[in-house]
């Protein structure tokens, strides 16, 4: 396991600001308050620990698959509207990732970026029916020859720093990472209509391990 690099100026300023909090407790507090200091400042540290990990995995990368973007928890499949880029119906699979999850998001497929957009906006939270449109988000499309997939990061309440690394015509490979947001979010994906969608509601799935769809 290893840390991702959108982590390290986060914890370079946890230890300084938390050093300086220990510091001042043990030399000014009581012993009771300097201890509650260093278990509340070394819980948080732990914690953002976790939240940077990128674990080591192991990828198939097989062909006519779409792989989990991210890890998280399936809490929409539906056919709706998507208005931005195609602009008709598609169906639509959101997974939204808790805090704990691993917060990199890697490429479904593989194939062609052909658009990229950010879109700033609100931060209502992640579930919310008006999060896909409303919220701070950003929009990849990638296609190859046989299907044209678009997958969004969606900011949520607390996450309100979206990665995006992608660019307009680079090439996708399937499971290489794409982008990472901070603290808590979710990624939408739309699918053409008719697609073999495996993914079941409330299941939850690993990035670039589990399957959603088949094509």
Known sequence: MKLHKEGTVTLILEILVFSLFNYLAYTYASKYIACFTSIVTGFLFIMTLNFFRIPKREF?????????PCDGKVVVIEETIEQEYYKDKRIQVSIFM???NVHNQVYPISGNVKYTKYHPGKFLVAWHPKASTDNERSTIVVENDKISILFRQIAGAVARRIMTYSKENDRANVADEFGFIKFGSRVDLFFPIGTKINAQLEEKVIGGQSVIANY
């Open 98 to 100: 808790s805090p704990l």
């Open 60 to 68: 198939e990368r097989k062909e006519g698959v779409v792989y989990a």
